[in-house]
């Protein structure tokens, strides 16, 4: 796609319309925080992702990147995010439009390739810059980036809770499915049994009668095994005839043929070397995170790392990490993050207990002092008070997932649970940006008031009206 067309204002106005400048409040929180945020600098760093000449232009980048932003301030999807563009001049005039639309500015799938093309750098520097509008606005100061909290949570993986029985049927109606788009005809699909034999396995394992669960469960396993090596034999088959078209059919389920051979041999408990579990055919990069929880003993996604400010609770830091890593080989990698984002080294890091051995003492982050909690060896009293101000960083989280959508990710493999992780920290950071702004529109107008009723001339007439 070629270069995007950059968004020019019209020197000259159209006469049966109004400037969306002078239709809108200017003192909206989002009229104001367009003026803060470097959309030049994001023009040049995206405008050398797009090719020269080739194609048709691509939709400004000053758009994309505010829908991005609207998105994930307040938690919508892309199509409702495009949707709600069209009926908020408000959201219009943040996004760099002269005039009001009345039609979506682009199909919502537009933002799924903008998000492939910028990848996870080009989200964290989204980040950074509602950083430095945070810094801009004084919603976060600057010398409270040398103090920061760290933690790592869930991200929810939009999967079902995966049972093996869901997780037979599922992978087998994936594979006829994919036969059916190739031309393979299969000898039998089993579509109506494995539905049936679902539905039961669910019915017997409610009523606790689990012999009978099990049953049904094995008639799954033995339908995956089937349609497995049917359609293994039916490409073979092809293959001898026609030997590029049994290739291209090898290469095509390859994939897929890994994943169900994977799940179809997996146990239970899982031994030493043993490759890791699949918990969903459509996502199988998500990992099982023990959590410990009465309510929620496990969680199916992946693990994020967030770094906030100690002081005003501002995301500083958002990191995706497969694999269910341990906590502290993880803190190296969240403080390289921060110090890229914002361009300060932290001086002091407060953890969990977690993060026992992190190691940061023998790298080059060797002046960077990780208090971790329940410290009592030279604890000062600031020193106290900013551990017991490390618990700030558990609401932020559950703001990011309530407010946000770091509670269940959509987006597709590794590469979309990064870009998720990263865009929740953005949102947040709006969000804390905008209710500064109108905290400050809120004291203008008090001080505003309390000047005019103590000046003169407004105590006479407030004295005649009131005599």
């Not at 999807?77 to 495009?82: F, I, K, P, R």
């Not at 949570?153 to 006829?176: E, G, M, N, S």
């Not at 990992?287 to 005003?312: D, L, M, P, Q, R």
């Not at 703001?399 to 979309?416: P, V």
Request: glycine letters at 8%; proline letters at 3%.
């Amino acid at each position: 796609m070629m270069r995007p067309r950059v968004t020019e204002f019209q020197r000259e106005q159209e006469l049966f319309r109004t400037e969306l400048i002078n239709l809108v409040d200017q003192r909206h929180g989002l009229v104001k925080l367009a003026g803060l945020i470097d959309w030049d600098a994001a023009a040049l760093h995206f405008g050398a992702l797009y090719a020269e000449g080739k194609g048709r232009p691509g939709a400004p980048i000053r758009l994309m990147v505010g829908l991005h932003y609207l998105k994930h301030a307040f938690n919508l999807s892309d199509e409702l995010v495009v949707e709600r563009w069209v009926e908020n001049p408000y959201w219009q005039f943040f996004c760099g439009e002269q005039y009001f639309k009345h039609t979506p500015p682009i199909d919502p799938s537009q933002m799924t390739r903008f998000r492939a093309r910028i990848g996870e750098a080009g989200c964290e520097f989204m980040l950074a810059l509602t950083i430095k509008a945070g810094l801009a606005t004084k919603t976060v100061a600057a010398a409270s980036l040398c103090i920061i909290n760290v933690d790592t949570t869930v991200q929810d993986k939009a999967i079902a809770f995966p049972t093996d029985a869901r997780l037979y049927f599922k992978a087998r109606a994936a594979l006829v499915r994919m036969a059916r788009r190739s031309g393979i005809v299969l000898k039998q699909s089993f579509e109506r049994l494995g539905k049936r034999a679902l539905m039961m396995n669910g019915r017997y394992a409610h009523a606790r009668q689990m012999k009978r669960a099990r049953r049904e469960q094995k008639r799954l396993h033995t339908q995956l095994g089937r349609v497995m090596r049917d359609v293994a034999r039916k490409i073979d088959a092809t293959a001898k005839t026609e030997a590029l078209e049994g290739e291209r059919l090898r290469s095509k389920f390859a994939r897929l043929f890994d994943i169900s051979e994977r799940i179809h041999s997996q146990k239970r408990a899982r031994a030493e070397g043993d490759a890791p579990k699949i918990y969903s055919v459509h996502a199988p990069e998500v990992s099982c995170i023990a959590k410990g929880k009465a309510h929620k003993k496990y969680e199916f996604g992946n693990k994020v790392s967030v770094a906030s400010t100690s002081k005003e609770s501002f995301v500083v830091g958002m990191k995706s990490l497969p694999g269910n890593p341990f906590d502290g080989h993880t803190l190296k990698a969240a403080i390289e993050q921060v110090i890229s984002l914002s361009g300060v080294t932290p001086k002091e890091a407060y953890v969990d207990r977690g993060y026992k051995g992190h190691g940061i003492e023998k790298g080059a982050l060797a002046n960077l002092k990780v208090w971790i909690a329940g410290t009592k060896r030279g604890v000062t009293g600031a020193i106290n008070k900013r551990l017991k101000r490390r618990n700030a960083i558990e609401p932020v989280i559950g703001h990011l997932k309530s407010d946000g959508r770091l509670s269940r990710n959509f987006l597709k493999g590794t590469q979309g649970d990064a870009i998720n992780a990263i865009l929740c920290g953005a949102g947040h950071n709006l969000r804390k940006i905008l209710r500064q702004l109108a905290l400050f529109i809120v004291l203008c107008l008090i001080a505003m008031r309390h000047r005019l009723r103590t000046s003169e001339p407004m105590q006479r007439l407030f004295t005649m009206a009131t005599a």
